[in-house]
C-alpha cells in the first residue's frame, strides 16, 4: 500500500496503465527518460499498473522495455475508481501540497523538452 501522503514536498506524476494498452506502451520510453531527468529533483513518478495477472505480467515488461521508474500494481482496478477514470493510459499530476493540478487522458511524450521544463517549473514552485 502506498499513500500520496508520503510524497508531500514532492511533485508526484500519477500514470495509469497495463502492459496489453499499446498508447500505455508506447508513452513507457518517454516516462523513462522524464524519470531520469528528473530523478535527482524533488520529483516522483508512480505508474500504477492494472493488468490482472499484476507481478507477472509487470517484471518481464518493465525488464524488456528497460524501465526504472518505481511500478504500483493493482490487478482489480481500484485507482481506476479512487480518480475517476476513463481509460488508459491516464495520467495525473499532482503539486507539492498534495493538489491535482492536471489530469491528463491517453499518450503523450513526456520525455520532450516541454514536458521536463513543465515539471520543473512545478518542482520550483513552493
Known amino acids: 500500500m502506498v499513500s500520496l501522503g508520503a510524497y508531500k514536498g514532492k511533485v508526484v506524476f500519477l500514470n495509469i496503465w497495463a502492459t496489453w494498452c499499446p498508447p500505455c ?8 527518460k522524464l524519470f ?37 500494481i493493482d490487478p482489480k482496478g481500484t485507482i481506476q475508481r479512487l480518480y475517476r477514470t476513463t ?4 495520467s495525473i499530476i499532482i ?5 491535482i493540478v492536471e489530469k491528463i487522458m ?17 518542482i520550483q514552485k513552493n
Not at 503523450?108 to 512545478?122: C, M, V
Open 25 to 32: 506502451v508506447e508513452e513507457m520510453p518517454s516516462m523513462e
Open 36 to 72: 531520469q531527468s528528473l530523478n535527482k529533483e524533488d520529483f516522483e513518478i508512480l505508474a500504477v499498473n492494472i493488468d490482472a495477472s499484476g507481478l507477472k505480467a509487470v517484471r518481464p515488461f518493465m525488464k524488456k522495455h528497460r524501465l526504472h521508474f518505481p511500478v504500483l
Open 87 to 90: 481509460g488508459i493510459p491516464e
Open 95 to 99: 503539486d507539492k501540497n498534495g493538489i
Open 106 to 122: 491517453g499518450a503523450r511524450d513526456w520525455g520532450s523538452n516541454e514536458a521536463i521544463r513543465y515539471f520543473q517549473d512545478l
